[in-house]
């Protein structure tokens, strides 16, 4: 431990504060607490009153019968006592605080590194204001101190850790308690009396300490699929590169600690309370293909310290699988194509035939569709006929297509094997007209 010295320059200047009728003589400030008033002076107190006229009767508290001092309008009043002046039927109550006789007596100080806090012990001591007010009771003026470190701050433009000066203002006494900072430092402390007088006084600090806390700002970061302002058949498509809740699969999910003063860390991804994976790296991606609600958790670590867990909620929605009846490819800008509206779709592939029984077209990715052409050329107007075949992120590990008929008595009996198994067919009519 480093043994430092508190240095003390007191620079005088004109600042006056005033109780009704009193004027501080020399580099004083005014204070007030609990109604009370109180002045602070940089050394040698002194008063006097604001006008020369009149009877001048001073008195020291809880005295108020017997003056101490009568006619002169100054008056030498002593460290941490209570006066009365009466003059002209005015009376003007204050107390006196010498701040010669409050300067912190520190010759060191110890600093404990936690994982949470700094406790910072200083050997020495801090001076209390104690005083009793008019009725004699005793109280005491709140000491103040202004601690200042280097510590780091999350930018979330840049998502990333940038230098910042942490300050804090505590009550001033021998042991301290601040935040823990998790890149090195030294603890600057600042009297708040010497700050009111304006004394450039050395500053009371610690030597350079080496962290042990740890800081961390997880993140999940969404693989988008376009913008908002772009038109998406696939309903809950992921826009946003925070939305974690309630998205069409497959959903691309960058999950990042984002930590300073880290050794080690423990990622568990849960599908209801069942382990799917743990991941010890910073960052890590996972696709979620299977529909579900789930919950990623991170714990962060050092030699020293560890960071409670932080958990993130993931839903993928259920599937889902809507065909229109009628698309109008006429250039306008709307209905143009023969598109599903989908949801959660990890297989799809879709036929459409004309009314002779000849496949015209066919695609296997439900964000796409047909857009009314036959080898580049439009087709005629009219219905023809789809054949869709589908399973949803939602649909059993072993699930199968199956006949017709028999696939069409599950969905009448809502059998749960079909549960995200589409096995759609019908008519589609293209429309033309005018746009």
Not at 59 to 77: A, K, M, S
Not at 160 to 184: I, N, R, Y
Not at 208 to 213: E, F, I, R, S, W
Not at 227 to 235: G, T
Request: a negative charge; charged letters at 25%; one cysteine or more.
């Amino acid at each position: 431990m480093r043994k430092l010295l508190s240095v003390l320059v007191v620079v005088i200047c004109a600042i006056s504060c005033y109780a009704l009728h009193v004027e501080c003589v020399g580099n004083a400030a005014q204070l007030t607490n609990q109604g009370d008033t109180l002045l602070l002076f940089a050394s040698k107190p002194e008063v006097k009153t604001l006008q020369s006229v009149g009877e001048v009767d001073w008195y020291r508290l809880p005295d108020t019968i017997n003056p101490i001092q009568t006619g002169t309008d100054y008056l030498y009043p002593e460290h941490g006592e209570g006066y009365m002046l009466k003059k002209n039927g005015m009376r003007d109550v204050f107390w006196v605080f010498d701040y010669d006789s409050l300067r912190p007596a520190i010759i060191g100080i110890d600093a404990e590194l936690e994982c949470e806090n700094t406790i910072l012990t200083l050997e020495g001591e801090v001076p209390v204001m104690d005083y009793r007010s008019a009725n004699s009771q005793k109280r005491t003026y709140p000491r103040m101190c202004r601690v200042t470190y280097q510590s780091a701050a999350w930018d979330a433009e840049s998502e990333t850790w940038v230098d910042s000066v942490a300050v804090e203002e505590m009550k001033f006494s021998e042991e301290l308690t601040v935040g823990a900072s998790p890149v090195v430092t030294d603890y600057a402390i600042s009297d708040m009396l010497a700050e009111q007088l304006q004394l450039s006084e050395d500053t009371l600090r610690t030597e350079l300490y080496q962290p042990v806390a740890i800081k961390a700002n997880p993140l999940t970061i969404t693989t988008t699929r376009g913008k908002i302002s772009e038109k998406s058949n696939e309903v809950n498509r992921p826009y946003s590169e925070d939305d974690v809740v309630n998205m069409s699969a497959p959903l691309e999910v960058l999950f990042k600690a984002n930590a300073i003063n880290a050794d080690y860390y423990l990622w568990k991804l849960y599908k209801g309370g069942e382990l799917l994976l743990t991941r010890s790296e910073a960052e890590h991606r996972y696709t979620f293909m299977e529909h579900g609600q789930y919950r990623a958790v991170v714990a962060i670590s050092n030699y020293d310290c560890a960071l409670d867990s932080v958990e993130f909620d993931i839903s993928i929605s259920e599937s889902m699988l809507l065909v229109p009846n009628v698309f109008t490819p006429n250039g306008d800008g709307t209905n143009d194509e023969f598109r599903v509206a989908y949801r959660s779709i990890k297989e799809f592939h879709c036929w459409v035939y004309n009314r002779w029984g000849f496949l015209v077209y066919e695609w296997s990715d439900p964000a796409k569709g047909w857009d009314g052409t036959i080898g580049g050329k439009p087709a005629a107007e009219g219905a023809y006929f789809y054949v869709i075949r589908a399973l949803g992120t939602d649909a059993a590990a072993d699930a199968k297509y199956t006949m017709k008929p028999v696939y069409k008595q599950k969905v009448k009996k809502q059998d749960e094997s079909i549960i995200g198994v589409y096995q759609l067919s019908g008519s589609i009519n293209l429309l033309r007209g005018g746009k």
